[in-house]
């Protein structure tokens, strides 16, 4: 059993800058891909950044490039997510997730270990 848990939210201004973290248990931390979600109050779970078990290879959805950057340290069964130039629709709830094999995944169907999600407001 793999248990993800979030920290790291908060209230920033727009902006600014937040980085979340996500610690994982069990042994299959580093044989697995990992990845990072939100989810905006009445509204479905997007899909974010993923990065494979290795750390080589990373994707982005458009809405989050060039702001966002997913890495891990397996040495600590750790992934994070750096969030930078924060706009209040960045707003959500931020989950982290492992994916089912070690490649990078795009669709919440590829994962099937979750996090119980950190809050995260940008104020205007």
């Known amino acids: 059993q793999v248990e993800l848990v979030e920290s790291g939210g908060g209230l920033v201004q727009a902006g600014g800058s937040l980085r979340l973290s996500c610690a994982a248990s069990?042994?299959?931390?580093?044989?697995?891909?990992m990845g990072w979600f939100r989810q905006a109050p009445g509204k479905e779970r997007l899909f974010l950044a993923t990065?494979?078990?290795?750390?080589?290879?990373?994707y982005y959805d458009d809405s989050v490039k060039g702001r966002f950057t997913i890495s891990r340290d397996n040495a600590k069964n750790t992934v994070y997510l750096q969030m930078n130039s924060l706009k209040p629709e960045d707003t959500a709830v931020y989950y982290c997730?492992?994916?089912?094999?070690?490649?990078?995944?795009?669709?919440?169907?590829?994962?099937?270990?979750w996090g119980q999600g950190t809050q995260v407001t940008v104020s205007s």
């Open positions: 997730a492992q994916a089912r094999t070690r490649l990078i995944a795009r669709e919440n169907r590829g994962y099937n270990y």
């Open positions: 069990g042994r299959t931390f580093s044989s697995n891909a």
């Open positions: 990065i494979s078990a290795s750390g080589s290879s990373t």
